[in-house]
């Protein structure tokens, strides 16, 4: 950790899919050892956003980088992003993919991978075809959390799990977290992070239109988050 770097910084990045534009001048800069909830309506460009940090959507504008670097090879060992595992076959068991990211990447914790799979009451023998949605997600982050990473990017955990567990997971996986590390969760469950966020990013009509604190936020209005986040798009 480099305390005189920012952990993100963006500054006028843009980018296009396609003739579409998905933002145009995006600045932002996020610190270590923060919860970061990113909020906004589906097309804001939230997932792009994430997939640029993470060096899977490339070609985007502006300046984009992590701990200092540009985003690309060198930031590859700094960022965990949420992993769909649309590349292994339904056939593959947990233990083989996990196989894999541990080949694949040296910061992953195979000490950690055994408390996180004890934790979701997951087992390694199980074929990822006969996952429910909700064990597939938290088999996801398994594999995300298992990596020792400045930064994870989390694009909609845990959609598929009941309230009551979704509540629990999200609240406990930051005990796996080095105190410097940052989370950013893209999430439309507002309420069950609450609790946990530090700070609130919020992207409307291609833009950047809030970045502020929670407690910055509970000092202008009496009202949750989530009526916050309603008010800022009503």
């Known amino acids: 950790m480099n305390e005189n770097t920012d952990l993100v910084t963006i500054s006028q990045m843009g980018y296009k899919n396609g003739f579409k534009t998905i933002f145009r001048d995006l600045n932002l800069n996020l610190g270590y050892g923060k919860i970061i909830a990113l909020l906004g ?31 690309g090879f060198a930031t590859k060992s700094k960022v965990s992003y949420l992993d769909a595992l649309s590349g292994f076959q339904k056939s593959e068991k947990l233990k083989d993919v996990i196989e894999f990211y541990q080949t694949m990447y040296a910061d992953f914790d195979r000490e950690r991978v055994n408390e ?46 009941d309230i009551v567990a979704r509540n629990k997971i999200i609240q406990s996986l930051i005990k796996w977290l080095n105190e410097d590390s940052s989370i950013v969760i893209s999430t439309h469950h ?42 800022i798009y009503s």
Do not use: C, W
């Open 41 to 71: 309506e589906n097309g804001a460009g939230k997932t792009t956003m994430m997939r640029i940090l993470a060096n899977i959507a490339k070609n985007s504008t502006g300046v984009v980088k992590i701990e200092g670097d540009f985003v």
């Open 116 to 161: 996180l799979m004890k934790f979701m009451k997951l087992d390694l023998d199980e074929k990822l075809g006969s996952l429910s949605k909700g064990n597939r997600e938290k088999f996801m982050l398994v594999v995300a959390f298992s990596r020792v990473v400045p930064l994870y990017l989390l694009d909609e955990p845990l959609s598929g799990v």
């Open 190 to 231: 507002i309420v069950e992070i609450e609790r946990i966020v530090d700070e609130v990013v919020v992207m409307k009509d291609q833009e950047i239109i809030i970045h502020k604190s929670v407690d910055e936020i509970r000092q202008e209005s009496a009202n949750s988050l989530e009526d916050y986040y309603r008010k």
